[in-house]
């Protein structure tokens, strides 16, 4: 089956500092999704990414669609403390029907926590 | 006005017990899905639910059975309950599996479940 490899495992960086974490798969994906899981709650989603090249941005959070379709990064700018948190990636392949049946596919999460 | 819910939230019991979650989503999504997250955090997709029927199993053990009332709930039965069965269960929705925007999925806050 398809396996997303997401590093670095864990980040430990200070207010203030730009962060950058990425995922690469062995096969392609059509959408890519990046999600902030913090503790006792559900993965919330940050950004989605539909298209191969496509670069988008939500706040301080950017993230792009790699030209291969097997890879995709996220860039957080300026971290602040409320940035802690494990962040995943996801991806989903559409099948012949032209649909995923909705199965995403997850990273291992990027631990990240910010020093004030 | 929280958008996918789940109860309980904490759910301890003794090995071979059988135990219900209830997932409910209040966002006229169609399809609906559960996963389990393990303690290295990993994220897995068991099944989905599309509009009250099965779309994806992912090889669960029988054991698990989820049930789905109406589209806008989806529950997970889990019979003899197992060591290995704890973790965090989620629920997510989304507006439907077909097509490239409808298939983002939105979580729930998560079960913990602990099997003693």
């Known amino acids: 089956g398809q396996q997303l490899n997401q590093s670095p495992q864990s980040m430990f960086i200070q207010e203030g500092e730009d962060v950058s974490m990425n995922c690469t798969s062995s096969s392609i994906f059509n959408t890519w999704l990046w999600y902030k899981q913090e503790p006792g709650e559900g993965p919330v989603l940050l950004i989605a990414l539909y298209k191969a090249g496509e670069l988008t941005s939500n706040g301080r959070l950017t993230a792009q669609f790699g030209i291969t379709r097997k890879d995709s990064f996220l860039n957080i700018s300026a971290s602040i403390p409320s940035d802690v948190g494990i962040y995943f990636c996801?991806?989903?392949?559409?099948?012949?029907?032209?649909?995923?049946?909705?199965?995403?596919?997850f990273g291992q999460g990027t631990i990240l926590t910010v020093h004030p | 006005d929280t958008a996918v819910s789940q109860t309980p939230k904490y759910l301890v019991t003794q090995m071979g017990n059988d135990k219900s979650i209830k997932c409910e989503q209040n966002l006229g999504h169609d399809t609906m899905y559960w996963y389990k997250q393990d303690s290295k955090k990993f994220l897995k997709i068991m099944f989905s639910y599309n509009n009250k029927e099965l779309i994806i199993n992912e090889t669960v053990p029988n054991r698990f059975s989820p049930k789905s009332p109406d589209k806008a709930h989806l529950n997970l039965h889990i019979n003899s309950l197992e060591l290995g069965d704890s973790a965090v269960y989620f629920c997510a929705s989304s507006q439907d599996y077909r097509g490239l925007y409808q298939e983002t999925q939105y979580f729930g806050p998560g079960t913990r479940l602990l099997v003693l």
């Open positions: 996801a991806g989903q392949l559409r099948g012949a029907g032209g649909t995923s049946y909705g199965k995403l596919t």
